[in-house]
Each structure stands twice: as structure tokens, then as C-alpha cells.
């Protein structure tokens, strides 16, 4: 295995990565449940926005917090604790047998993903060289976008087996079997100290650059709002409007996730080449025209879009959590709990406005209103500092 301090892909990298897959499967899980829970439930399309602000502000918002204590104390036991809770989560929603119950379960399962990426987080960046950090955290957040895709797929197929919703349970056993693994080997994934890796200068708090910070987390709020829209309104456009298979629109779902993987890792990759801001950018650039189409193509043609969408959209994911930690030297906890945490959990109250004006105008409003959000990030990011293009 190579050496962690020479190599860009080491052995901690690697475990972090599969710690991150495990523990956002149950964030690609709940949109594919979505459409029968609304069925077995009889909730409201505003219900629906509820249970996705819930598991957005319990597995987001709260991570500042999480971020602020470790970046004062290093809490490697929180991860091994805080995957199996995101498990236990999921697998317990599928036998839930009023609304109430049902955000109780979205809510464990949401403080486990919120005790989780801090500290991860953080320990990716210190095993990370500086030259290199960015495709070390495209890596890693690709990671939880895989996750979120097999979360996506191995729920749709779950829910065409007898017992239905009750497969959920499955959701505890990759869980488990990870926590166990990352137990065994926290000295390696998580590190004890600031003075990790002999990373002691860089590492010490310094002044944080708030006004290009504020417009960074207004720009992945944005962007995450539309992905949580598009991640929950796939689904219920074409099982509850179209009336079409929701394994078709299981598929759907998982397309557009997969397409946000691999977009995750190329933009990572590229913005160590080019600079973040440029693919903050142009990834809006290419998102807008497809968000505005989705609607408009079907069947293979669809297929193809959701993948490219997803791309360009999650493209500056893992991006924006490095310039995040660059614009807050010495606090890569606090950044983390901020851009995974906070503001994409504030992307949840988009949803829940988008679950309003479905209710109100229809869900194909939804998909009128959506495009709005690329180009208003577009905007957003050439007001941050830097070049918009150059090479590294």
C-alpha cells in the first residue's frame, strides 16, 4: 500500500472514501421511497418538502457545530458511531406508521451523516499534499456520490421485492460491517492532532476572508437546492405526474447521481489544473440549458440528459469544499460543517418551497422554476476572487 505521506491516493484516503459511500447511502435512498411513502402515508406534496428540509437541516445544518468542536479536539470515534446511525436511520423508515414516526427516523439517520463529514473531512485534508488537494477531496467526495447513486439503485430494487418499504432494514447491514472497519483503523483515517503530517504551520488558525466566503456558501446553496430538487422531484415527475414505473424513475434518479460521481472527480481534477472559480463557473454555464430541457425530451434522450446534468452540476462539489478550507486555514471542520453542512442543508428549504408551489401550480412549475437557480449561480461565482481561468 503506498505511503500516505508521498502518495496522493493513500491507504486513510481510500477508507475515507468508503466510510463517505456508506454513510450517504441513505441520502440517495430516501427520494426513491419518497413516492411510495407518500402513497402508504397519503402525504402532501408539502409533506414530501418536509421530510427533505428534516433530513437536510438534521444531517446538515447541525455540522458547523461538529466542525467547530473538532477543529478544537480531534473526535475519531465519531465516525464509526455516526455511519452506523446513518444506517439505522434508513433502515428503520420503511416500518414507520404515521408522518411523526417517520421524521424520527429521517432524523437519526440525519444526525449520523451530520457527525460524519467534519471530522472526515478534516482528515482528508491532512492526508492530502497541498499540490494535490483537490483530486484527494474529489476522491473523497466522490465517495458520497457513489453513495448516493447505489443508496438510489439498491432502494429501487428493494422495493420491487416482497416486503416493500420493510427492505429498508437492509440499509443497516453496509453500515454496521463499516463502522467495524473504521473502528479498527481510526489511528490511520482520522488524525489525532494539528500537527498531523507535519502540517503545523498550515494548520494554525488564521484570518478568515469572510465576504468571498458568504458568496461561496450563497453559491452552493443555490446549487444545492437544485439538487435536492432534481433528486426529489425525478421521481415523483414521472411515477405521480407521468404515471410512468417507478423503477423507470428509480433509474432516473440513479442516472443523474452516477453522473454526479463522475462529474465530482473530474471537476476536482480540473480545478487543480485550472483554479476553483473557473469550474465553479462553467459548470453553471452547462447546467442551465439542461435543467430547462429535462422536461421537454423523454425516454433514451432523457436518460442521457440526467447523466450530463448530474455532472455538470455536482462538477464543483468537492471543488467548493476546497476553496472553503483555503478561505479558513486552520479551521477545515468549521468549512466542512459550513459547505456539506450548513448551506446545502439550508437547500432544503428551497425544496420545501418547491413542494409548495407543486401543490399550488402543479409539479411541472417545479421545473419552470429550477433553471432560475444555475443562473443565479452563475452570477455568484464571478464575484469571487481569482482569475476565471489559469493554469496551475
Known amino acids: 500500500m503506498p505511503n500516505f505521506k508521498t502518495s496522493w491516493l493513500p491507504q486513510p484516503l481510500l477508507l475515507l472514501s468508503l466510510s463517505h459511500m456508506v454513510t450517504d447511502l441513505s441520502q440517495g435512498a430516501l427520494p426513491v421511497l419518497l413516492p411510495a411513502l407518500k402513497t402508504s402515508l397519503?402525504?402532501?406534496?408539502?409533506q414530501i418538502g418536509v421530510i427533505v428540509l428534516?433530513?437536510?437541516?438534521?444531517?446538515?445544518?447541525?455540522?458547523?457545530?461538529f466542525g467547530m468542536i473538532t477543529d478544537k479536539v480531534s473526535l475519531p470515534w465519531l465516525l464509526p458511531i455516526s455511519i452506523f446511525l446513518s444506517g439505522l436511520g434508513l433502515a428503520i423508515t420503511g416500518f414507520m406508521p404515521t408522518y411523526t414516526a417517520l421524521l424520527l427516523s429521517v432524523i437519526i439517520g440525519g444526525l449520523g451523516v451530520a457527525g460524519f463529514h467534519p471530522q472526515a473531512s478534516k482528515s482528508v485534508h491532512f492526508v492530502s499534499s497541498d499540490q494535490l488537494r483537490g483530486r484527494s477531496m474529489g476522491?473523497?467526495?466522490?465517495?458520497?456520490?457513489?453513495?448516493?447513486?447505489?443508496?438510489?439503485?439498491?432502494?429501487?430494487?428493494?422495493?420491487?421485492?416482497?416486503?416493500?418499504?420493510?427492505?429498508?432494514?437492509w440499509f443497516v447491514i453496509p453500515a454496521s460491517i463499516t463502522a467495524l472497519l473504521i473502528w479498527r483503523h481510526l489511528g490511520k483515517v482520522s488524525p489525532q492532532s494539528f500537527h498531523h503530517a507535519g502540517k503545523t504551520d498550515a494548520a494554525k488558525p488564521k484570518a478568515i476572508r469572510l465576504a468571498p466566503l458568504l458568496l461561496l456558501l450563497t453559491f452552493i446553496f443555490f446549487r444545492s437546492t437544485l439538487h435536492a430538487g432534481l433528486s426529489t422531484y425525478i421521481p415523483i415527475y414521472y411515477v405521480n405526474y407521468l404515471n410512468g414505473s417507478p423503477v423507470y424513475a428509480g433509474y432516473l434518479l440513479s442516472l443523474f447521481l452516477v453522473g454526479g460521481v463522475l462529474g465530482t472527480f473530474v471537476g476536482a481534477m480540473l480545478s487543480d489544473k485550472f483554479g476553483r472559480k473557473a469550474i465553479l463557473t462553467f459548470s453553471m454555464v452547462i447546467v442551465l440549458p439542461m435543467v430547462a430541457a429535462i422536461p421537454l425530451t423523454s425516454g433514451f434522450m432523457t436518460m442521457v440528459l440526467l447523466v450530463f446534468t448530474g455532472f455538470a452540476l455536482i462538477s464543483s462539489f468537492a471543488t467548493t469544499l476546497v476553496l472553503s478550507q483555503e478561505m479558513m486555514p486552520?479551521?477545515?471542520?468549521?468549512?466542512?460543517?459550513?459547505?456539506?453542512?450548513?448551506?446545502?442543508?439550508?437547500?432544503?428549504?428551497?425544496?420545501?418551497?418547491?413542494?409548495?408551489i407543486a401543490d399550488l401550480y402543479g409539479v411541472p412549475a417545479v421545473f419552470t422554476i429550477m433553471p432560475v437557480f444555475p443562473l443565479i449561480g452563475f452570477f455568484l461565482s464571478l464575484l469571487l476572487p481569482g482569475r476565471l481561468l489559469h493554469r496551475a
Do not use: C
Not at 397519503?42 to 408539502?46: A, C, I, N, P
Not at 457513489?146 to 416486503?163: I, K
Open 42 to 46: 397519503d402525504l402532501s406534496y408539502t
Open 139 to 169: 476522491l473523497f467526495s466522490v465517495g458520497g456520490n457513489l453513495g448516493m447513486a447505489v443508496g438510489a439503485s439498491f432502494m429501487m430494487l428493494l422495493t420491487t421485492l416482497p416486503g416493500g418499504l420493510h427492505n429498508s432494514v
Open 54 to 65: 428534516v433530513q437536510n437541516l438534521t444531517s446538515s445544518i447541525i455540522q458547523p457545530l
Open 330 to 356: 486552520g479551521y477545515e471542520g468549521m468549512a466542512s460543517g459550513l459547505t456539506i453542512g450548513l448551506t446545502i442543508g439550508l437547500g432544503g428549504v428551497g425544496v420545501t418551497g418547491l413542494g409548495y
